[in-house]
């Protein structure tokens, strides 16, 4: 290794953290969805007006983008232990998922439902896990030797 990987750890850490929180609210509402919508309405006249359109929004999107973005964290998760491990696989793993879950919900719903903040954060990402990952030599063509414990004797 060329540098110590600190910022990549860092970095890596918090993209499964967020993994991890699309995986299970991405879950949860495509799973429970219907049952959450009918609890929203039968309470409707306690909740704050704001509150109810957001869930209106929430309860529009479909059940399937909900499912899709949960397994495209797993993917993105899957991708970042890659990475840790300094395997040029999981910035490519990591890469596409994230820009799979940047397009999904232009797919499903229209142009209107593209971050710009997703898609500066994203791209911010990528953009600092490869360079780290080049730094780093996970990008070289020769392969890395395997680590040895210690020369026998006999």
Request: charged share 10%; with cysteine; hydrophobic share 55%.
């Amino acid at each position: 290794m060329n540098q110590s990987p600190v910022l990549l750890r860092v970095l890596l850490v918090l993209s499964i953290i967020y993994g991890a929180m699309t995986f299970l609210s991405g879950t949860m509402m495509a799973i429970a969805l219907p049952s959450l919508d009918a609890v929203y309405r039968a309470n409707q006249s306690l909740l704050p007006s704001a509150m109810f359109t957001m869930w209106e929004r929430a309860a529009a999107v479909p059940r399937l983008l909900y499912a899709a973005l949960a397994v495209l964290s797993l993917a993105s998760v899957a991708g970042c232990v890659l990475m840790w491990n300094l395997r040029r696989s999981g910035f490519h793993l990591y890469t596409i998922a994230q820009l799979l879950m940047l397009v999904l919900p232009l797919l499903f719903m229209g142009k209107g439902y593209l971050g710009l903040g997703d898609l500066m954060f994203t791209a911010l990402f990528v953009f600092i896990y490869y360079r780290q990952l080049k730094q780093l030599g996970a990008f070289d063509d020769e392969p890395h030797p395997a680590p040895t414990d210690s020369p026998e004797e006999e």
